[in-house]
């Protein structure tokens, strides 16, 4: 089986399901702020890590050997799954400012970023694939915001919350 498959439900997860939550959530999670100077590296390495975790998804196949990767893989993926719908779910539900401060936004600034982290972890080892970790390694390295949008508030958050885990 293609790992393309296992895209399905985080594409069902990361879009409709977004939707639902919030009408607005789904134009929000689209926006990106300006990007100047050396952000615009960032930005092209991450939407080119992007696209070629999805392009080399139709190329790698999932190993069905039920080895330790296997079981690990399945798990990590399905882990991966659930934070990112709790973390859509978060995303859909701002305060009156804009911001995400309450449920997993808690703990992490970019508790989305995790979720992909986690759910394209699973598959990297379920296909057993060093390239798709790599580009997977690149993807999560480039991933940034601007604290432009949000100013003062954002910044206190930030001195409060990690920004991963």
């Known amino acids: 089986m293609l790992a393309v498959f296992l895209l399905i439900p985080f594409l069902l997860i990361r879009f409709p399901l977004l939707s639902h939550f919030g ?17 615009k590296i960032a930005y092209m ?3 080119l890590s992007n696209l070629a975790l999805f392009i080399t998804s139709f190329l790698l196949e999932i190993k069905f050997d039920f080895s330790v990767y296997f079981y ?9 799954l659930a934070l990112c719908a709790i973390s859509m779910r978060d995303f859909a539900r701002p305060d009156e400012n804009g911001m995400n401060t309450k449920g997993f936004y808690r703990y992490s600034r970019n508790p989305m970023y995790v979720a992909y982290l986690v759910c394209f972890l699973g598959i990297a080892f379920l296909t057993k694939s060093m390239i798709f970790i790599l580009i997977l390694v690149m993807f999560q390295t480039a991933a940034h915001w601007c604290l432009e949008k949000f100013g003062k508030s954002y910044q206190e958050y930030q001195d409060r919350v990690r920004r991963y885990i």
């Open 23 to 39: 009408k607005n959530a789904l134009s929000r999670a689209a926006y990106f702020a300006p990007v100047q100077g050396k952000e």
């Open 72 to 80: 690990a893989g399945v798990a990590i993926y399905l882990l991966g």
């Open 45 to 47: 390495i991450y939407q």
